[in-house]
């Protein structure tokens, strides 16, 4: 989404300087033109009132007029067949913008449903949850006395603002009840890291919302103190928010150069250009998803076309078009697809996506792994579990599912490829997954030896079998929790 006042100002001054380049006689014709298509308007709008004007005398049902335009409203932009444009009443676009602004109601915690439990994998900064005393790892057994038996039960936890949940949890070995009252809390659109092995920088852009680029300045300076030497932009999940925020931190890794080329209804493509910035005068890794979408494709195109980043992960959501919102006189407001956007190379991505570099698909931790090691990194120490994970000792909202059958120990398969920097290749003939190194070693595991499984797609190997083929990679495991070294 464009803020506002950029586009009106670029739309209005054409206009404004039109009439005063007209002759008299070229003038009067303009005139006769503008009040013939005042009168087809006018007719065009009559039967509108008409049908208003009936349904209030006839209709026996009667009719609510501000609904009826309302409902008629939403038909004109429903009818347009385009997934971004959107009517709004003013309640509406506050939630809207409170989203792209990370406003929330709620706890203040992500939660995973699995082994039938309830993990809480995250609690937000800032936060209800934070204040009441949760902790990353507690398991959720009720709540407000009900047991939690499926993941339907989060809606539970969901509610008013003032209004309050009680949660019996466990931590360890012990049970405790927390009350939490659920409150209006704000997140941060950038988080960040530092890796000193590697001196590795990691900044995380949740959203572009109307601070994001003074969040980024702050945590890229605060990251270059530290000694960074090489950064990893993870904009996975990031569904946009406003482009000229996305236009401005873009400024903090090139000098100058092409952001973007723009077209509007006529078709006619615009340059956008970054200028006045700075490079940033080291690698960069960007890390995509699915979810990646809208303004972080606008970034993650700039950056990877002028050569600037590396980009890592799946191939993005594709969604190269740019809305604006427009306030009616009523104050409700219309979103409005008004541009199309194409990356500086000429890629028009719409319903596509951005292909990346390295592609890593279906697991984030893979993808976090892979990113760390095309920044620099020479080393690697994973530990996760249903609820934790963390990368060489910095923590991460995420998770490794892992499970034991006996003696055997089963891990996602992608995420020991990327711990060994290996590619995977399934044959579904023999049920046989084939894993190989950088140096060419290869490793064979099948289902019918038990040294692989598939559970819901997945593909896990058993550790012991997968040491004997790659020593190099260290794991040991403990109540659920597995760690990986190499």
């Not at 033109?33 to 049902?61: H, K, P, R, W």
């Not at 309302?70 to 009818?79: F, H, K, P």
Request: glycine residues 8%; contains cysteine; aromatic residues 8%.
């Amino acid at each position: 989404m464009m803020k506002l006042s950029k586009l009106c100002k670029k739309a209005l001054v054409p206009l404004l300087a039109f009439p005063l380049l007209l002759q008299p006689d070229a003038a009067r014709a303009a005139e006769s033109n503008a009040g013939a298509e005042l009168t087809q308007q006018a007719s065009e709008l009559q039967a509108f009132q008409e049908v208003l004007d009936y349904l209030e005398m006839y209709n026996i049902e009667g009719v609510e007029k501000d609904v009826f335009l309302e409902n008629a409203i939403r038909g004109m932009v429903y009818s347009l067949d385009d997934p971004y444009s959107d009517y709004y009443t003013a309640e509406e676009l506050k939630d809207f913008e409170d989203g792209v602004n990370q406003e929330y109601v709620g706890i203040g915690v992500t939660l995973r449903f699995t082994g039938n439990k309830l993990y809480v994998t995250d609690v937000l900064p800032d936060s209800p949850a934070s204040a009441a005393g949760l902790k990353k790892g507690d398991i959720i057994a009720k709540v407000d006395g009900d047991p939690v038996v499926s993941g339907e039960d989060i809606l539970k936890i969901q509610g008013e603002e003032h209004t309050k949940v009680t949660l019996n949890i466990t931590r360890g070995g012990s049970s405790m009840t927390i009350p939490v009252e659920r409150a209006h809390f704000s997140l941060p659109a950038v988080t960040g890291s530092y890796f000193s092995s590697g001196r590795i920088g990691y900044i995380a852009i949740s959203s572009f919302s109307d601070t994001a680029d003074m969040e980024f300045a702050l945590e890229l300076d605060k990251l270059r103190g530290q000694g960074m030497r090489s950064l990893v932009l993870d904009l996975r999940d990031n569904l946009g928010g406003y482009v000229d925020v996305a236009a401005n931190i873009a400024s903090y890794f090139m000098e100058s150069g092409t952001l973007m080329y723009t077209a509007d209804q006529s078709g006619e493509l615009e340059a956008v250009t970054v200028s006045d910035g700075q490079d940033i005068g080291m690698p960069v890794v960007i890390l995509t998803n699915e979810l990646t979408a809208s303004a972080s494709e606008i970034l993650t195109g700039a950056l990877h076309d002028n050569g600037i980043a590396t980009v890592v992960g799946a191939q993005t959501y594709g969604k190269a078009r740019i809305q604006n919102v427009f306030t009616l006189s009523n104050g409700s407001s219309l979103k409005l697809t008004v541009l199309r956007y194409l990356t500086p190379n000429m890629i028009d991505f719409n319903h596509v996506g951005l292909k990346p570099d390295i592609e890593v698909i279906n697991n984030p931790t893979a993808q976090l792994i892979t990113g760390l090691y095309k920044a620099g990194a020479r080393s690697m120490e994973l530990k996760g579990s249903a609820a934790s994970l963390s990368l060489n000792g910095v923590a991460f909202s995420g998770y490794v599912d892992t499970f034991q059958s006996g003696n055997n120990v089963y891990v996602p398969s992608r995420i020991l490829a990327a711990m060994i920097k290996a590619d995977t290749t399934w044959t579904s003939s023999n049920q046989k997954l084939t894993i190989t190194n950088s140096s060419g070693v290869q490793g064979g595991f099948t289902i019918a030896a038990n040294t692989v499984k598939l559970v819901d797609g997945e593909a896990y190997v058993e550790m012991h079998e997968f040491q004997k083929k790659f020593p190099e990679l260290k794991w040991s495991y403990n109540q659920g929790t597995i760690t990986l070294t190499r």
